[in-house]
């Protein structure tokens, strides 16, 4: 008796999921999404011009049904439904997507606004004369043949392809892992590239990009400056910025109109039209009065017509900005090289594609060398046999049959096998016009041919001319002038937001750690006062109501400064926590915001003033801080830093004018004054001069400024790590020069000396908050204690052992009515 063997197997499930999908991942990266390097082909639009070509439907025959060519795709190559296959045939014959469509159509084959084409029983279809430079010599085993899927017929794996069809024409794909979009190019470029690092394979990209500037988009436009082009060329991935191309024209009642006759590649023009119309429908910005879309047959066009006095010059800009009028194309060049999915460059996309042009040419001269050579002993065996016609013939009539007269053939006058055969096939009405002349004329042409073959495949030097003559010829025959026009150039869109933004009054709030946020008035005043969103710990740095229309600057303590206009704030209710920079800007962990300012107008004439706890200062023009294209991605640098170790202690903005006084106060109690005008204004990236003279374990704490004017009025109260508290009389540090050592403000004891933690300047009467390293908050009233001499060393108001060590001293509200933080009068 048999046993049967068990067929059904248990297996976990993750492991069957793993490794099934694994092999589908395999498959559609390899054989349906991503394009051969070597003919810039997908499987399914290899097959489709294959079977096109096996179907005699050419571009020098009549026009065959689409339904007919899926057909043959579909029952001979690709088992897969026939609307897929359908939609990449009309793919290849659009040609606002195709740099040279490889497929021309009779009928509706789809259009820029997203139409679909009509179905295929009403489309004809034919390959164009470009795809016969891809199929050429495909019959002359240049390439690789498999067994399609039901091992009836053959199919390349690659098609010869005369042309470097994956830059010329691009691709588009999104697989298991890996995406692809590879933008079209110029024919004629490519190929002076292609032919320049043949002669020259050590060449760099900037080499090739004197042939190749950049993608040549079938729809024309504009791209803006070139350095996301090589970094696309040097490492496969790269963005640039590509533009419609535009005019303003003048049109009667002193109006004027925004007409668009190139749009970008890939942009759905219908749903570019509805959204520049939905900006005038919503009124996001006042002055257009109509949008047409007038594209015919003639070509493309776009027209926005504009309100009497409208400013043409930055309506077209905001639409560049919010419109699909300019977009970002990204470079993400990956092609199947190999087997295997390789992100490339522009010179390896070259260097594959030459690799494969003379295995091409090399196989195919092998083909003719053996066809030629095969000929040639044909043509040798009937020119011996001429010259001894007579004996052939005795010998052929007195032989038994066809095998035996080529045997005695072979055995008495020496022919080959192959040319035995000959003879005896040859029909008895040939032998009236052979011509021996003409077959030795056949003869030496072979013997040429098979010289000339034998060279090529010898020879590597031959083999690269051949191939050099023949993308040469390619490009006579179908070069074009480049439709892409590339700048030299990023071009800025500078907006006047003030012209199209609404003017309101909005809440404000900028914290310690990096959040940001407004919200309306409403939401503010409908919120308790100490429920702001943050989180614990964080701390308020800023908190204002100001107008959609002004700026903010905000300074880090590590020397970086970050600009938002207020409109572009996330806006959020007030108990909401908003939104943090680290989203668009990355902070260092210890990065801390320290100032905000706001600034309604970016011209004013004033500067900055920045100091460092390592003893250096210095001021910088509101002008040398002006926003730049980056500045939502990347902080400014306002200060460099010396060390690590350093940090900006305190920012000011002051009048380029003004009489201000600065005392800057240290760790061991150094005071010293002196005058603002002192301190030089230098660029932005400027470590700026010294400010105080310092001793190697000290460091400055913080400063303060003031208008001379005011100076007599203004006390400075400070804490120590012991928890003393100490206040003074400002006019008791004598006014001294920069980068002296100073005075001391504490008295200097020998054991447990105090240390100044943290310091604030204020008119009398004033309530201060103190907070300590555990977080508890004590709150010291300063008319409660008395204005102290320069050498006394104040008042003890908390113990650290149990309070935690003095971390902040801040202003609280005024104890009785009169002036207020002196500080604050010159903002």
């Given amino acids: 008796m048999v046993e049967s063997k068990e067929r059904i197997k248990e297996l976990p499930l993750e492991d069957v999921m793993g490794e099934r999908f694994g092999r589908y991942s395999k498959y559609i990266i390899q054989e349906r999404a991503l394009p051969d390097i070597r003919d810039g082909l997908k499987p399914v639009q290899r097959r489709i011009l294959y079977a096109m070509y096996k179907d ?170 070139s350095k996301g082009i090589k970094e696309a060329y040097e490492t496969g991935r790269g963005r640039i910025q590509v533009r419609s191309k535009t005019a303003i024209q003048d049109i009667k009642g002193h109006r004027q109109q925004i007409v668009v006759t190139e749009v970008p590649f890939g942009v759905n023009k219908a ?90 040419v090399t196989k195919r001269t092998e083909f003719d060398l053996n066809k030629a050579k095969g000929r040639l002993e044909i043509v040798e065996g009937l020119i011996h046999a001429l010259d001894i016609l007579d004996q052939v013939i005795k010998t052929i009539r007195s032989s038994k049959d066809k095998k035996d007269a080529k045997n005695n053939l072979v055995k008495k006058y020496g022919f080959t096998v192959n040319q035995a055969e000959a003879i005896v096939s040859l029909q008895l009405y040939r032998l009236t016009n052979t011509d021996v002349n003409q077959l030795k004329a056949e003869q030496e042409d072979l013997q040429t041919r098979i010289k000339t073959y034998q060279e090529i495949l010898n020879d590597n030097s031959v083999l690269e001319k051949v191939v050099t003559k023949e993308l040469k010829q390619v490009k006579k025959d179908f070069g074009s002038p480049r439709r892409t026009q590339i700048t030299a150039k990023a071009e800025k869109i500078e907006i006047n937001e003030k012209a199209l933004m609404a003017d309101e009054d909005v809440r404000v709030l900028v914290s310690r750690d990096g959040y940001l946020k407004r919200s309306s008035i409403r939401s503010f005043q409908s919120t308790n006062d100490e429920d702001n969103g943050l989180p614990d710990g964080d701390k308020v740095i800023f908190e204002k109501t100001m107008s959609t229309l002004s700026n903010l600057y905000i300074f880090t303590n590590k020397g970086n400064m970050i600009f938002r206009p207020v409109h572009e704030l996330i806006e959020t209710k007030w108990k909401e926590t908003g939104q943090h920079l680290s989203q668009e800007i990355g902070l260092a962990q210890d990065e801390e915001i320290i100032r905000v300012f706001e600034v309604d107008d970016l011209k004013q004439n004033d500067n900055f003033l920045l100091a460092t706890n390592d003893g250096y200062i210095k001021q910088v023009a509101l002008a040398d801080l002006q926003p730049t294209r980056t500045y939502k991605s990347r902080a400014i640098t306002s200060m460099k830093l010396k060390s690590k170790d350093s940090k900006v202690v305190r920012v000011d903005k002051v009048p380029a004018d003004s009489n201000f006084e600065i005392t800057l106060i240290t760790n061991h109690a150094y005071a010293i004054r002196f005058d603002v005008s002192e301190v030089p204004v230098s660029g932005a990236k400027a470590a700026g001069v010294k400010s105080v003279n310092l001793k190697d374990d000290d460091y400055v704490v913080n400063y303060v400024l003031v208008d001379a004017k005011y100076a007599d009025e203004l006390n400075v109260g400070l804490i120590t790590q012991r928890g003393a508290f100490k206040q003074f009389e400002l006019k008791l540090v004598n006014k001294v020069t920069r980068a002296k050592r100073g005075v001391l403000v504490l008295r200097e004891l020998k054991t447990k000396p105090h240390r100044i933690q943290a310091l604030v300047e204020y008119g009398q009467n004033h309530e201060l908050l103190l907070t300590t390293s555990s977080a508890r908050h004590i709150t010291i009233k300063t008319n409660e204690f008395p204005l102290g001499d320069r050498y006394s060393n104040g008042s003890f108001v908390l113990d650290p052992t149990t309070d935690g060590v003095p971390v902040d001293l801040t202003l609280g509200k005024p104890l009785s009515a009169g002036r207020e933080d002196v500080s604050d009068l010159f903002e």
């Fill in 271 to 360: 749903m570019m039209v509805k959204k520049i119309d939905e900006i005038r429908l919503n009124k996001e910005i006042d002055g257009i009065s109509e949008v047409r879309d007038e594209t015919d047959r003639h070509g493309l066009s776009i027209v926005i017509e504009l309100k009497k006095g409208a400013d043409s010059e930055n309506i077209l800009n905001y639409l560049f900005k919010n419109t699909d009028l300019q977009v970002s194309y990204n470079f993400n060049m990956v092609a199947i090289d190999h087997m295997a999915p390789v992100q490339v460059g522009l010179k390896q996309i070259l260097s594959s594609y030459l690799e494969h042009k003379k295995d091409v």
């Fill in 56 to 225: 005699n439907n050419t571009y020098d025959k009549p026009y065959k049904k689409a339904a007919k060519a899926v057909g043959n795709v579909m029952g001979n190559f690709h088992p897969h439904g026939d609307s897929s296959i359908y939609g990449a045939l009309v793919h290849l014959s659009q040609d606002w997507k195709m740099r040279e469509p490889l497929i021309e159509m009779h009928g509706n084959n789809g259009s820029m606004d997203g139409d679909g084409p009509a179905a295929m029983r009403y489309t004809e279809s034919r390959l164009s004369k470009i795809s016969n430079l891809l199929l050429q010599d495909i019959d002359k085993d240049t390439v690789h043949m498999i067994l399609n899927f039901d091992d009836t017929e053959y199919e390349p794996t690659v098609l010869p392809a005369h042309f470097p069809n994956l830059l010329v024409n691009g691709s588009t794909g999104i697989s298991a892992g890996y995406a692809t979009e590879i933008p079209p190019h110029n024919l004629a470029e490519v190929i002076d590239a292609a032919v320049y690092l043949l002669k020259h394979p050590d060449s760099s990209t900037d080499d090739l990009m004197q042939f190749v500037k950049g993608p040549d988009f079938p729809t024309g436009a504009i791209v803006l400056g």
